[in-house]
């Protein structure tokens, strides 16, 4: 793939959004690049401990851009101006720039061009402004850097949001009577109509066994009456 060298310098910011409230604003910039494949590491100016809102840096830095990406218009350079506080750093306002823009303003040669460009708050509004100057390099090829792996893919998760675990499937061993003959089950499937099956050939009836009560005998078969016993 055919790339540029992108020289910056980051010179300085004027009239910024004050985010401190009672100490005065000591600056610095974050700078990186997006919309390319090259993965350029952020970059990052000292800190300006006397400009308050009109901070100076004069911070040079390059970047490796992607020369089709640049002509297609996928390419921004994004600064992100941040007040460095001990109880917590506070964003001021971010600079986005289209390095066609910039290309298409100077192109590849030996001069430094340098350009002034809004500082946008998070609302969206514009306050202040800063000051960069650049140089791109002449086009030269390089081998294409490798896609990113995809994502992992994730666990499966229930309604709290808790890890559900995978289950294996059981066989069960026992055998399905439904698919197999038995005589003993056929004795003893549920009768139609409310008569009981009759027995199948060879089974014996199981035995008549009466209810206890209190521990004794179930009285004799008969009409009720006692035997008569001989004088």
Same mark, same amino acid.
């Given at each position: 793939?055919?790339?540029?060298?992108?020289?910056?310098?980051?010179?300085?910011?004027?009239?910024?959004?004050?985010?401190?409230?009672?100490?005065?604003?000591? @600056?610095?910039?974050?700078?990186?690049? +997006?919309?390319?494949?090259?993965?350029?590491?952020?970059?990052?100016?000292?800190?300006?401990?006397?400009?308050?809102?009109?901070?100076?840096?004069?911070?040079?830095?390059?970047?490796?851009?992607?020369?089709?990406?640049?002509?297609?218009?996928?390419?921004?350079?994004?600064?992100?101006?941040? +007040?460095?506080?001990?109880?917590?750093?506070?964003?001021?306002?971010? @600079?986005?720039?289209?390095?066609?823009?910039?290309?298409?303003?100077?192109?590849?040669?030996?001069?430094?061009?340098?350009?002034?460009?809004?500082?946008?708050?998070?609302?969206?509004?514009?306050?202040?402004?800063?000051?960069?100057?650049?140089?791109?390099?002449?086009?030269?090829?390089?081998?294409?850097?490798?896609?990113?792996?995809?994502?992992?893919?994730?666990?499966?998760?229930?309604?709290?949001? @808790?890890?559900?675990?995978?289950?294996?499937?059981?066989? +069960?061993?026992?055998?399905?009577?439904?698919?197999?003959?038995?005589?003993?089950?056929?004795?003893?499937?549920?009768?139609?109509?409310?008569?009981?099956?009759?027995?199948?050939?060879?089974?014996?009836?199981?035995?008549?066994?009466?209810?206890?009560?209190?521990?004794?005998?179930?009285?004799?078969?008969?009409?009720?009456?006692?035997?008569?016993?001989?004088?």
């Amino acid at each position: 793939m055919e790339v540029r060298q992108l020289e910056i310098r980051i010179i300085k910011a004027n009239d910024l959004k004050d985010v401190n409230l009672m100490t005065k604003m000591d @600056v610095f910039a974050l700078v990186s690049i +997006s919309g390319d494949q090259l993965n350029n590491p952020q970059q990052k100016t000292d800190v300006d401990k006397d400009g308050g809102t009109s901070p100076k840096w004069n911070f040079h830095t390059q970047f490796t851009v992607d020369a089709a990406a640049v002509q297609e218009n996928r390419v921004t350079l994004k600064i992100k101006l941040i +007040s460095n506080r001990s109880l917590g750093n506070k964003e001021i306002g971010v @600079v986005y720039v289209q390095i066609k823009e910039m290309f298409d303003g100077g192109g590849a040669g030996e001069e430094e061009k340098s350009g002034n460009y809004s500082v946008r708050l998070s609302n969206g509004t514009v306050k202040g402004n800063l000051d960069l100057a650049y140089k791109f390099g002449e086009k030269y090829t390089i081998e294409r850097p490798p896609s990113p792996p995809p994502p992992p893919m994730e666990e499966p998760r229930n309604m709290n949001g @808790v890890d559900t675990p995978q289950v294996m499937a059981y066989r +069960s061993t026992f055998p399905d009577l439904s698919s197999t003959y038995s005589p003993l089950a056929e004795a003893y499937r549920p009768p139609h109509g409310g008569y009981p099956n009759p027995l199948p050939p060879g089974a014996y009836p199981p035995p008549h066994v009466g209810y206890r009560y209190g521990g004794y005998q179930p009285p004799p078969t008969g009409y009720g009456y006692p035997p008569m016993q001989r004088l």
